[in-house]
């Protein structure tokens, strides 16, 4: 059974950092996305790291600011978030897909539960 658990959202001002972590069990993945679904709106894709193909992708409104990892010997993966602004307010989460293009779109096999990030300005 593959289980993600998202951990590290907390509340903060704007322009601190926080950096979430992804943990993964049950399985070997290689496609793994983070997205997040503010009050009202719908879960959007924030970044992916599809660890066959070597690339990383993220949306325009986070480039330049946010940096996704892994952690292979941790099967974990990171998302660092610099300079956060009261729009990043979300809750964010973690999903295993089978292509980046379905990570572009939300399509995921697995996903975490969830972790609230807050940004108050």
């Known amino acids: 059974q593959v289980q993600l658990v998202e951990s590290g959202g907390g509340l903060v001002q704007a322009g601190d950092s926080l950096r979430l972590s992804c943990a993964v069990s049950g399985g070997a993945f290689s496609r793994i996305g983070w997205f997040r679904q503010a009050p009202g709106k719908d879960r959007e894709f924030v970044a992916l790291i599809n660890w066959s193909r070597s690339t990383i992708e993220y949306t325009d409104s986070v480039q330049g600011r946010f940096t996704i990892s892994r952690d292979n010997a941790k099967n974990t993966v990171y998302l660092l978030m610099n300079s956060l602004k009261p729009e990043d307010t979300a809750v964010y989460y973690c999903?295993?897909?089978?292509?980046?293009?379905?990570?572009?779109?939300?399509?995921?096999?697995?996903w975490g539960q969830g972790t609230q990030v807050t940004v108050s300005s």
């Open positions: 999903g295993l897909g089978r292509s980046s293009s379905q990570l572009r779109l939300g399509v995921c096999d697995y």
